[in-house]
C-alpha cells in the first residue's frame, strides 16, 4: 500500500487543521507511526494529485485507486480590500500554527474579525484570543440558529472572550494597504433567503480571517461530480473503474473525521474484496 501525501508531513486534518488548543502533543504523528508499524504501508510526502501526478499514472501503476484528498481549496471573500495584507485563510492560519514550535512566536492581531459560522471559524477566533488579541469578533452572516458550529463551541468561543455577531456579512476592508478596518453590513432572512439591509457597521480588524467554506479543487477529471464532491455508491467506488474515494472529498456522509475513518474503512474492505475475488 503507497500513500502519496501532498503536504511534507502526513497525518492530514488530525496534523493540520485541529486548532492547537484543541489538540495533545504529537497524538497526530503517533498515529502514523503506529500505522507503518503494521508493515507493507509506503507514505510518499509531496506528492499530490496534479504535482506530476495523474489519476492515469497511477491507475497504471496499481491495482485500485482511493482518493482521500479533503477539501483541499477556500472559498475567497467578495468584497472591496479583501487583497490586503492582514486577511487570510483560516485554515492556513490553524496549519502554520499547528507546525509551530513556539506558539508565542506567531504574529497575532491586537483586533481580529473571523467571518465564518463553522468549526473552523471558531477554532480561529479561540486561539486568537488565546494567542494575546485583545478582542475577537466572530461575525456570521445568519442567526445563530443557523450556525454550524454547534451551540456548545459557540458557548465556549463566548467564554473565552469572544464576541459574536449575527446577521452580518462583510462588505469592505479598510487600509492603506493593510486591513486596518471591516465594514459589515446586517442581514434579515425572509422566506429562507438573505437580504441585506443597507445598515452598516464598521469594527476595528488588523487582522481578518475568513472561515467561509472550503472546496474541492484538483479532482480529477474523469470521475464524476456532483454538489462539488466526487460521487460515490455506499463501498466508496466512484464512477471510474478501479476508483474509490471517500471523506470530506466523497458525497455521502457528514463532513467529519469519523466518517472519513469509517467511509476508508469500508472502501478498504470493498476493495479486498474485489481484488481477492
Known amino acids: 500500500v503507497v500513500i502519496h501525501e501532498a503536504r511534507p508531513k502526513a497525518g492530514g486534518l488530525n ?27 509506503e507514505i510518499k510526502t509531496g506528492a499530490g494529485l496534479g504535482d506530476g ?23 475567497g471573500l467578495r468584497a472591496e480590500g479583501a487583497d490586503m495584507s492582514g486577511v487570510e485563510d483560516a485554515v492556513d492560519f490553524i496549519s502554520t500554527l499547528r507546525q509551530a514550535s513556539d506558539l508565542a512566536s506567531l504574529p497575532i492581531g491586537r483586533n481580529v474579525v473571523v467571518i465564518g459560522g463553522g468549526m473552523t471559524a471558531v477554532d480561529a477566533a479561540v486561539q486568537s484570543r488565546l494567542l494575546g488579541a485583545q478582542n475577537v469578533t466572530i461575525a ?3 442567526g445563530r440558529e443557523a450556525m454550524p458550529a454547534s451551540r456548545f463551541e459557540q458557548d465556549l468561543a463566548a467564554s473565552k472572550g469572544v464576541t459574536l455577531m449575527f446577521n452580518v456579512m462583510p462588505v ?27 445598515e452598516t457597521i464598521r469594527l476595528a480588524a488588523d487582522q481578518v480571517f475568513l472561515a467561509i467554506g472550503q ?57 479486498n474484496q474485489s481484488l481477492m475475488g
Not at 486596518?180 to 443597507?198: D, H
Not at 462539488?228 to 476508483?243: E, L
Open 172 to 198: 469592505a476592508v479598510h487600509g492603506n494597504g493593510a486591513a486596518a478596518e471591516i465594514e459589515l453590513e446586517y442581514t434579515v432572512s425572509e422566506g429562507g433567503n438573505l437580504k441585506p439591509t443597507g
Open 140 to 142: 456570521y452572516r445568519r
Open 215 to 271: 472546496k474541492l479543487d484538483g479532482a480529477p477529471d474523469a470521475v464524476k461530480i456532483e454538489g462539488g464532491k466526487i460521487v460515490v455508491d455506499d463501498a466508496g467506488r466512484t464512477s471510474v473503474a478501479g476508483v474509490w474515494a471517500g471523506g470530506d472529498c466523497a458525497s455521502g456522509g457528514e463532513d467529519l473525521t469519523v466518517t472519513a475513518v469509517a467511509e476508508g474503512r469500508d472502501a478498504a474492505m470493498d476493495i
Open 53 to 75: 501526478l495523474t489519476l492515469e499514472a497511477l491507475q497504471a501503476d496499481y491495482d485500485a485507486v482511493f482518493l482521500g484528498m479533503g477539501m483541499t481549496g477556500v472559498n
Open 15 to 41: 496534523e493540520f487543521g485541529i486548532a492547537a488548543y484543541k489538540s495533545t502533543g504529537g497524538f497526530a504523528g503517533a498515529e502514523v507511526d503506529w500505522l507503518l508499524k503494521i508493515g507493507g504501508i
